[in-house]
């Protein structure tokens, strides 16, 4: 039952006293935007005052916004790198924060081949967990009596290493799930999940989902929400059930566990719960093994009111298989947030997709946007950047994020492309528009041009045995297959035609593009099981002549014209689909392991 709040909200009325003092901080963050932004500044100005980054400018102690803007420059991970890597081999000093750097988050994002390191600091830990906190008491405005169920998430931590000076590098949901802040959470009734805290930490992803799975078949009933991070995650739980609902409903009906689950804690928290159920591993056999799937996640969970996943940004290809799983549930994105700093959350969780719009939290970190021009060749030093405050940002404009954070990071471009479509309070509400520079995408993978172009390169010199070469080629993110993999098509130019090469060598070429990608790319591959092989669809020769003249007879200036490197128009897909002569999958995994390679 709603509770009377003496302050209502405009975001009300909240579900319970607990909400309403969350939804009461919302208001208060957002209608006082700008000095709340301002005190921000000041505390992170004046906490890391003493550190070497902050007098390498000669801030002198200053505090204020305008002394911070004339003489801090705006920065990308790269010119941070001298100082990560002497953070990362053990240097203590103040270097970017005053407070000690707890660990390093890694990011999606690469540099190098290698996940960006982020510093932080334990009080990031208090932050996230505040933004965390909001989001049921937004969901509950919106959606009633989710206390009388539970959710269903797929969580899983990733593998973590040491940098050379013995800090922990890790994904940062990993940092959170193994912090006390998640795995001690006080009971909330909004918030219960059928997933065993034993699980979500498991650091092997087979025995994690499978138990996991298996939790949410013996609670269908109960479950009110399906979600995981990412939409790919979802669609690999699916995928999941589909390969293994035979044991899991073989487990089901006799109350025991799947030997291939070894992990002793998981084996005895598992142990407690399991009880035969022939009729629950009737009902999951009699699902699973029709020839549809259309709708099974409401067959399977029949309350589910809604699908907890972000399906914004590189996600929204997704969009169409998790309707055709979900019967067209609504698909709730509740937050946008990074390794870097947790940035806000969707003020109205059940709207479109198309109309996902974030409000940025201004009390998270101190948030400065540069104007987004696509044409622009960049600035320089001579020509600075002028980059506009929260409150200042305009509707319809696009920008790119700059943060400062209390860890450390400051003017950091974070390279998301944001657009403004409107303003709760005095805080802007924000469309993800893309992420600079990516150009293909599975999971939280990024491929840019730049690493798609090395990967061919290599991949093409082993073409010369054959006197062979790459003449044109461009990419494309499929996703009808779980997991989706990329593709890239190839027209070639074989010399001697009595010399081709084989099937067998273009395989070959595909594990080689495979192994000169990024290690987000080789963890999705190898431990994740999140990306599928790599396929190379060689086109006859002259395709790519036709894709120009597609584009110049839709308008293409034919002296401008490029050959783009990644397509996902249906026009230009079907035509290449229709040239190709032979297609290739790579035939084994490319190498990773945790460890960084610099
Ligand atoms: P990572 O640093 O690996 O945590 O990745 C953070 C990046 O993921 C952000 O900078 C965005 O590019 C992307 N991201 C995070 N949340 C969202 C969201 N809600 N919608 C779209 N993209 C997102």
């Given at each position: 039952?709603?509770?009377?709040?003496?302050?209502?909200?405009?975001?009300?009325?909240?579900?319970?006293?607990?909400?309403?003092?969350?939804?009461?901080?919302?208001?208060?963050?957002?209608?006082?935007?700008?000095?709340?932004?301002?005190?921000?500044?000041?505390?992170?100005?004046?906490?890391?005052?003493?550190?070497?980054?902050?007098?390498?400018?000669?801030?002198?102690?200053?505090?204020?916004?305008?002394?911070?803007?004339?003489?801090?420059?705006?920065?990308?991970?790269?010119?941070?790198?001298?100082?990560?890597?002497?953070?990362?081999?053990?240097d203590r000093s103040a270097i970017l924060s005053a407070h000690p750097i707890s660990e390093f988050l890694t990011s999606s994002g690469t540099s190098a081949g290698e996940r960006k390191l982020m510093p932080t600091i334990k009080e990031e830990l208090d932050r996230r967990q505040l933004l965390y906190s909001l989001l049921m008491p937004v969901m509950n405005l919106y959606v009633p009596g989710l206390d009388k169920g539970k959710g269903l998430y797929f969580l899983f931590v990733k593998s973590e290493t040491r940098t050379p000076g013995g800090l922990l590098a890790r994904p940062v949901l990993t940092s959170y799930y193994k912090s006390e802040h998640f795995k001690t959470r006080p009971y909330d009734p909004y918030n219960v999940y059928t997933s065993p805290n034993e699980a979500i930490l498991c650091p092997d992803s087979f025995q994690s989902m499978y138990t996991q799975m298996l939790r949410g078949l013996q609670d269908r009933h109960q479950v009110l929400r399906v979600g995981a991070v990412f939409a790919s995650g979802l669609l690999r739980a699916i995928r999941f059930l589909q390969l293994?609902?035979?044991?899991?409903?073989?487990?089901?009906?006799?109350?025991?566990?799947?030997?291939?689950?070894?992990?002793?804690?998981?084996?005895?928290?598992?142990?407690?719960?399991?009880?035969?159920?022939?009729?629950?591993?009737?009902?999951?056999?009699?699902?699973?093994?029709?020839?549809s799937w259309e709708g099974i996640i409401t067959r399977i969970w029949p309350n589910t009111k809604y699908l907890d996943v972000i399906v914004t940004g590189a996600m929204a290809q997704y969009i169409p298989t998790l309707d055709y799983y979900s019967g067209g549930l609504p698909k709730a994105c509740t937050m946008y947030a990074s390794s870097e700093c947790y940035f806000g959350l969707n003020l109205n969780p059940m709207c479109k997709p198309s109309e996902v719009s974030y409000t940025i939290m201004p009390n998270m970190a101190y948030f400065e946007f540069l104007p987004h021009d696509p044409n622009s060749a960049g600035f320089t030093r001579d020509s600075p950047p002028k980059l506009v405050d929260l409150v200042d940002v305009e509707i319809g404009k696009e920008y790119e994020l700059v943060i400062t954070t209390y860890a450390g990071l400051c003017r950091y471009r974070v390279g998301d492309i944001l657009r403004v479509t409107g303003f709760h309070n005095s805080a802007p509400q924000f469309h993800f528009v893309r992420r600079k520079n990516?150009?293909?995408?599975?999971?939280?993978?990024?491929?840019?041009?730049?690493?798609?172009?090395?990967?061919?390169?290599?991949?093409?010199?082993?073409?010369?045995?054959?006197?062979?070469?790459?003449?044109?080629?461009?990419?494309?993110?499929?996703?009808?297959?779980?997991?989706?993999?990329?593709?890239?098509?190839?027209?070639?130019?074989v010399k001697d035609a009595a010399n081709s090469p084989t099937d067998d060598f273009l395989k070959q070429c595909c594990l080689a593009m495979e192994e000169s990608m990024n290690s987000v790319y080789r963890q999705g591959r190898v431990a994740d099981n999140s990306i599928g092989p790599l396929e190379i669809r060689v086109v006859r020769n002259g395709t790519f002549e036709e894709l120009m003249d597609y584009a110049i007879s839709r308008g293409a200036s034919i002296n401008q014209y490029k050959v783009p490197r990644c397509v996902n128009f249906t026009p230009i897909m079907e035509l290449l689909d229709s040239r190709v002569v032979s297609t290739h999958f790579s035939p084994a995994l490319p190498h990773w392991t945790p460890e960084r390679r610099r």
């Open positions: 039952m709603a509770v009377d709040s003496a302050i209502s909200s405009p975001l009300g009325p909240p579900a319970c006293e607990k909400d309403a003092k969350a939804l009461r901080f919302i208001e208060e963050m957002t209608r006082n935007a700008d000095p709340v932004q301002e005190r921000v500044l000041s505390d992170i100005l004046t906490q890391n005052s003493q550190t070497e980054y902050l007098r390498r400018f000669k801030l002198n102690g200053a505090s204020d916004r305008d002394s911070f803007k004339s003489k801090l420059p705006v920065i990308t991970y790269e010119d941070l790198q001298p100082e990560i890597q002497r953070i990362a081999n053990g293994n609902w035979r044991q899991l409903s073989q487990d089901i009906e006799t109350g025991t566990l799947n030997q291939k689950v070894t992990d002793p804690s998981l084996r005895e928290c598992m142990g407690k719960i399991l009880k035969p159920d022939p009729e629950l591993a009737r009902f999951v056999r009699h699902e699973c093994s029709k020839e990516v150009l293909l995408s599975i999971d939280s993978d990024k491929t840019d041009e730049a690493e798609l172009q090395k990967a061919v390169e290599n991949a093409s010199r082993l073409l010369r045995e054959f006197n062979t070469s790459v003449v044109e080629y461009t990419s494309y993110a499929d996703t009808k297959t779980i997991p989706g993999h990329y593709v890239i098509y190839w027209e070639l130019l």
